[in-house]
């Protein structure tokens, strides 16, 4: 059969130019790369009902077949390189946590240098004065409308600031050894805080601070997380007895209800839900990152492994199907959230790293950890094609969800 091959495989929409295509790719003179090159997914549907194959199955093959051959033909087109875009120092000491402010367009850190400070990634300034703890800053919050920032570490005190004018406004005490962590819930009612005394304190941010729960969880608590609809909290702890559980407890009657999570051998760094609440992950000191059944508390598949140290700090990236950690061995590295598989390669740093988050947009991944400095990366899977504007570091180009409680019901994962 003489057709124009080009033209039918470009122009393939009608009926007869399928069956044309079909009838060269039964006689041997089309291979599936040649037809992965130039067809859309929908004109390989539309050939999958004229090739010669004789089974559902087959067609189903011959189709995946293709779309698998488009997909290898457009990553050798596409750059995955990660690019570092931007670098900000000013600390003068390790970077231990940070979170971005709604928008994108700032971050916010923290130190072992006793100090919170906000960054305009736009132009890599540090924006404002340094607002100033009496020893080092680990737990670090900001509320959902952007107003305030919450900071707790050495001195035992959990400090509020405004944002835009870096002033202290009111500060918190009820913990001792130290405040490793601090998280808000999805309504900015109620902050979580705990450290290195074992207790978790739950109060309430409209009245002063007041604390609705003080539970005292273990010898010491390392994350603390809201789930989704912000009815309960998961904590990653030590418990007496020297294990590494993580513990879930009720928001409302500040209750344990779930027998503790095991697994874990040694300290859990840092715990956080799946945005449907049915999951929790959990990364560690025993160099695995884990997911976990958040109604029986059951692993979900075998631990996450690749990183040669302890694993610090994860983030769920805002649509979330993909994890990034933070690794004492150097690395920042990505995850499918529903596999564990890794994706592409790691982040690689002159020093060990703390904490990573991603940016609202996703687009970009801000990381932190010995070298005092805060860097801004972006994924290497982004497509600039994404319709989601995101702020690009200004640098760059010269030198280089609303929750509500609403009850979850979890499907049941194998």
Known sequence: MDVDITKCLTSCTTRVHEVSVAALISAGRLCCARLANVCSKKILLGLARYAPLHSSTAKSAFYHRSLATMSDTSKKSVDL?????????????????????????????????????????????????????????????????????LSGGGDNKMKVWDVETYEFIEEWEDHTGGISCIAMSPDDQLVASAGHGG?????????????????????????????????????????????????????????????????????????????????????????????WNSETGEPIGQQWTGHTHWVFYISLSHDGTKLASASYDHTVRFWDAHSGEPIEQPLQHDNWLCAVIFSPSGEFVACGGDDKKLSIWRVPWWDHSQKQPSPLPKAYHTTKRNLTSTSLTCPVVQ
């Open 81 to 149: 390189t990660p690019k570092l875009l931007m670098t900000m120092s000013g600390h003068e000491h390790t970077v231990l946590n940070m979170a971005y402010l709604p928008g994108g367009e700032r971050v916010v850190t923290c130190s072992n240098d006793g100090t919170v400070r906000i960054w305009n990634v736009e132009d890599g300034e540090q924006e404002g004065t340094s607002m100033e703890h009496g020893d080092w800053v680990n737990g670090l919050a900001v509320t959902r409308d952007g107003k305030r920032i």
């Open 199 to 291: 207790k978790i304190v739950i109060r309430k941010m409209k009245k002063g601070g007041q604390i609705k729960h003080a539970i005292q969880a273990g010898s010491s608590v390392w994350s603390v997380s809201f789930s989704p609809n912000g009815e309960k909290v998961a904590a990653g702890v030590r418990d007496r007895h020297g294990g590494h559980v993580i513990r879930v407890y009720d928001v409302e009657s500040g209750k344990l209800i779930l027998r503790p999570i095991k697994g874990h051998t040694k300290f859990v760094n840092c715990v956080l839900w799946s945005l449907d609440g049915c999951r929790l992950f959990s990364a560690s000191d025993d160099r695995s990152i884990r997911c």
